[in-house]
T-cell receptor
Framework: GQQLNQSPQSMFIQEGEDVSMNCTSS?????WLWYKQDPGEGPVLLIA?????ELTSNGRLTAQFGITRKDSFLNISASIPSDVGIYFC???????????FGKGTSLLVTP | SAVISQKPSRDICQRGTSLTIQCQVD?????MFWYRQQPGQSLTLIAT?????????ESGFVIDKFPISRPNLTFSTLTVSNMSPEDSSIYLC????????????FGDGTRLSIL
């Protein structure tokens, strides 16, 4: 599979702060997905992006599909303690059928 | 989105034994995938479970070690054979429609520990 570079690896922030994380790839993707994984559970889809330049929101979450099709970012505004978890980016290449995952961003939020 | 159920949710197994993990979906899906998530790591694709034909394995994974069945469009199994401590991982089933702008959804996984 294709290598995805996800950063930062971890974040430790205070409640109310905004968060930004991103993923880059050396290859073009035609789909970018962002998942959140809580302990003991499988990844849950947060946002799906299908077009270059697309900006999509889901509540306090906003994600964008980079114009070059090689990157994506996820922003979380006004973080709350339940945002704690591991966030994964995942991408699908034009010729692929299965996802390539980033290494994850571990988010800790203090009250 | 499809509801995905995996069984068992967790197990502790002895070295050298085999365990079969089941994945049941509440609707017919074209593509089913099996992933491994080693402790503290990201997800790695093991194979694509194809209905009516052999599974397609990714580099580093072989059928003898991870045999897969896909008898119909709602069910698949993954067997972890001749287990060793290095096989201790979370095994996740996911479903999606290939190249149709349908995002993949995951089950809650099977947490496997080998002693």
């Amino acid at each position: 599979g294709q290598q995805l570079n996800q950063s930062p690896q971890s974040m430790f922030i205070q409640e109310g702060e905004d968060v930004s994380m991103n993923c880059t790839s050396s290859s073009i993707f035609n789909t970018w997905l962002w998942y959140k994984q809580d302990p003991g559970e499988g990844p849950v889809l947060l946002i799906a992006l299908y077009k270059a330049g697309e900006l999509t929101s889901n509540g306090r979450l906003t994600a964008q599909f980079g114009i070059t099709r090689k990157d994506s970012f996820l922003n979380i505004s006004a973080s709350i303690p339940s945002d704690v978890g591991i966030y994964f980016c995942a991408g699908l290449t034009p010729s692929g059928y299965a996802l390539n995952f980033g290494k994850g961003t571990s988010l800790l939020v203090t009250p | 989105s499809a509801v995905i159920s995996q069984k068992p949710s967790r197990d502790i197994c002895q070295r050298g034994t085999s365990l079969t993990i089941q994945c049941q979906v509440d609707s017919q899906v074209t593509m089913m995938f099996w992933y491994r998530q080693q402790p503290g790591q990201s997800l790695t694709l093991i194979a694509t479970a194809n209905q009516g034909s052999e599974a397609t394995y990714e580099s580093g994974f072989v059928i003898d070690k991870f045999p897969i069945s896909r008898p119909n469009l709602t069910f698949s199994t993954l067997t972890v054979s001749n287990m060793s401590p290095e096989d201790s991982s979370i095994y996740l089933c996911s479903v999606g429609v290939a190249n149709d702008n349908q995002p993949q959804h995951f089950g809650d996984g099977t947490r496997l520990s080998i002693l």
